[in-house]
C-alpha cells in the first residue's frame, strides 16, 4: 500500500535525498536549501510544503513526489484566483505501483484550490498525458532583440539586422525595489488583464521576483502619460564574460507592448548586453515586432539559448500545458523555469 500525503519539514531530507538520486545528481536544491524553502515552503502553513508525496507504508520508502508553486504563496490576496505551477513530478523506477503519479496530481488538485493549473517546460514524450487530462497545450514564442551598438555576438547566433524600435513618448519606466514599492505601486491600473490567465496582482511581482533569494531582477513601473498601467521583470544572464537580458515577466495591456521596446533597449544598453530575449504566448506576435522584436524559428539557423547554469549554446523550445477558462498570457517567469540549476 502507498499513502500519498502533504510534505512536512520531517520529509524534506529524504525528498533531496530522493531528487539526488532519481531526478538529478546534485540537483539544486540538494545544495541549496534556503532555494528550495523559498519555492516550497507555505508560508501560511508552517512546516507544511507545496509538494505531494508518496510513501510506501511498510517500509516508509519515498516513491513519489508533485511538487507545485502556487501564486498565493507570492500574493496571500490571490487565494482566490490562485494558479497552481506543477514542478519536480517524478515516480520512482521500481515503484511497482500502477497510476501513482496520476494519484499524486489528484491529490494535488484536490487539495490546493485554484482557478487554473498549469506546467512550463516539459518533454515531448508526455504530451499526450496533459492532452488526455484536458490541458491545453503549446510553445511558447521565443523573441530577440540584438543589441545595435554590438559588433560581434557570441552568445548567439542572430541574423536579424538590429533596428532601433519606435519611440512612445507617454510611455515610461520607474525603478522599483521594496522600500519604494508599495508607495508607487499604490495606484497602478491593470485594466482587463484580470481577465486573463494566471492572475496576478503588483503584490506578486515583489514576491516572486524582488524578494528572489539568489536572483536579482529588474521590476519596473510602466507609467502611460503619467498613469501607472503595468509592471516588467528582467534579470541579467552571463557566460564568459558576455550577457543577455531576458525578460521573464510583463503584466500591463497587450497595447502597451510596442512601446517597451525602446524601455528594453535601454535596459540593454546600460548593461552592455548583446541582446534581449522573451518568451510569450498569449500575445499577438505582431506587437512584439512592433516593439522591435525578431520571432525566432526553434529549428532555424538562428540560435539564442536559453540554458545559462550550464552554458549551452542551442535553442530550446519551452512547452506549456494550462488548464484554465480564461485566455492565458504565459511568460517564462511563469511555473520554476526561471529558476537557478548552479549554485551562484
Same mark, same amino acid.
Given at each position: 500500500?502507498?499513502?500519498?500525503?502533504?510534505?512536512?519539514?520531517?520529509?524534506?531530507?529524504?525528498?533531496?535525498?530522493?531528487?539526488?538520486?532519481?531526478?538529478?545528481?546534485?540537483?539544486?536544491?540538494?545544495?541549496?536549501?534556503?532555494?528550495?524553502?523559498?519555492?516550497?515552503?507555505?508560508? @501560511?502553513?508552517?512546516?507544511?510544503?507545496?509538494?505531494?508525496?508518496? #510513501?510506501?507504508?511498510?517500509? #516508509?520508502?519515498?516513491?513519489?513526489?508533485?511538487?507545485?508553486?502556487?501564486?498565493?504563496?507570492?500574493?496571500?490576496?490571490?487565494?482566490?484566483?490562485?494558479?497552481?505551477?506543477?514542478?519536480?513530478?517524478?515516480?520512482?523506477?521500481?515503484?511497482?505501483?500502477?497510476?501513482?503519479? +496520476?494519484?499524486?496530481?489528484k491529490y494535488v488538485t484536490d487539495t490546493e484550490p485554484h482557478t487554473t493549473i498549469g506546467v512550463m517546460g516539459f518533454n515531448q514524450d508526455v504530451r499526450p498525458i496533459y492532452q488526455a487530462l484536458g490541458f491545453a497545450v503549446g510553445e511558447l514564442r521565443h523573441y530577440v532583440m540584438p543589441n545595435p551598438d554590438i559588433?560581434?555576438?557570441?552568445?548567439?547566433?542572430?541574423?536579424?539586422? !538590429?533596428?532601433?524600435?519606435?519611440?512612445?513618448?507617454?510611455?515610461?519606466? +520607474?525603478?522599483?525595489?521594496?522600500?519604494?514599492?508599495?508607495?508607487?505601486?499604490?495606484?497602478? @491600473?491593470?485594466?482587463?488583464?484580470?481577465?486573463?490567465? !494566471?492572475?496576478?496582482?503588483?503584490?506578486?511581482?515583489?514576491?516572486?521576483?524582488?524578494? %528572489?533569494?539568489?536572483?536579482?531582477?529588474?521590476? /519596473?513601473?510602466?507609467?502611460?502619460?503619467?498613469?501607472?498601467?503595468?509592471?516588467?521583470?528582467?534579470?541579467?544572464?552571463? %557566460?564568459?564574460?558576455?550577457?543577455?537580458?531576458?525578460?521573464?515577466?510583463?503584466?500591463?495591456?497587450?497595447?502597451?507592448?510596442?512601446?517597451?521596446?525602446?524601455?528594453?533597449?535601454?535596459?540593454?544598453?546600460?548593461?552592455?548586453?548583446?541582446?534581449?530575449?522573451?518568451?510569450?504566448?498569449?500575445?499577438?506576435?505582431?506587437?512584439?515586432?512592433?516593439?522591435?522584436?525578431?520571432?525566432?524559428?526553434?529549428?532555424?539557423?538562428?540560435?539564442?539559448? /536559453?540554458?545559462?547554469?550550464?552554458?549551452?549554446?542551442?535553442?530550446?523550445?519551452?512547452?506549456?500545458?494550462?488548464?484554465?477558462?480564461?485566455?492565458?498570457? +504565459?511568460?517564462?517567469? @511563469?511555473? @520554476?523555469?526561471?529558476?537557478?540549476? +548552479?549554485?551562484?
Open positions: 500500500m502507498v499513502t500519498i500525503r502533504q510534505c512536512q519539514a520531517e520529509d524534506v531530507a529524504d525528498v533531496l535525498a530522493f531528487l539526488h538520486a532519481h531526478w538529478k545528481p546534485g540537483h539544486i536544491f540538494t545544495v541549496q536549501r534556503a532555494l528550495f524553502d523559498w519555492q516550497h515552503s507555505l508560508r @501560511d502553513r508552517p512546516d507544511t510544503y507545496s509538494m505531494a508525496i508518496a #510513501r510506501r507504508d511498510g517500509d #516508509r520508502a519515498l516513491l513519489g513526489i508533485l511538487g507545485y508553486i502556487p501564486t498565493r504563496q507570492f500574493d496571500p490576496a490571490l487565494a482566490a484566483d490562485n494558479t497552481v505551477w506543477l514542478a519536480l513530478w517524478k515516480v520512482r523506477d521500481d515503484a511497482d505501483t500502477a497510476g501513482l503519479g +496520476l494519484r499524486l496530481l559588433d560581434r555576438i557570441e552568445l548567439a547566433t542572430i541574423r536579424a539586422t !538590429p533596428r532601433l524600435p519606435p519611440g512612445d513618448d507617454l510611455l515610461t519606466a +520607474l525603478p522599483l525595489d521594496k522600500m519604494n514599492f508599495p508607495e508607487r505601486v499604490a495606484a497602478v @491600473d491593470l485594466g482587463t488583464r484580470h481577465r486573463q490567465a !494566471p492572475g496576478k496582482t503588483p503584490a506578486f511581482f515583489l514576491g516572486r521576483y524582488l524578494r %528572489h533569494p539568489i536572483y536579482r531582477y529588474q521590476c /519596473d513601473l510602466l507609467c502611460r502619460g503619467g498613469y501607472p498601467i503595468g509592471l516588467l521583470a528582467t534579470r541579467i544572464a552571463t %557566460h564568459s564574460g558576455r550577457s543577455a537580458l531576458r525578460v521573464v515577466d510583463y503584466l500591463g495591456p497587450e497595447d502597451a507592448v510596442p512601446g517597451l521596446g525602446p524601455l528594453i533597449l535601454r535596459q540593454v544598453r546600460a548593461a552592455g548586453a548583446e541582446y534581449a530575449d522573451v518568451y510569450n504566448w498569449g500575445i499577438e506576435p505582431d506587437l512584439f515586432k512592433q516593439a522591435g522584436f525578431s520571432l525566432i524559428d526553434p529549428g532555424g539557423p538562428d540560435i539564442v539559448p /536559453d540554458h545559462f547554469e550550464p552554458f549551452e549554446p542551442r535553442n530550446v523550445s519551452l512547452r506549456y500545458a494550462v488548464k484554465t477558462e480564461r485566455p492565458a498570457v +504565459l511568460f517564462k517567469g @511563469d511555473g @520554476d523555469q526561471d529558476r537557478p540549476n +548552479l549554485v551562484p
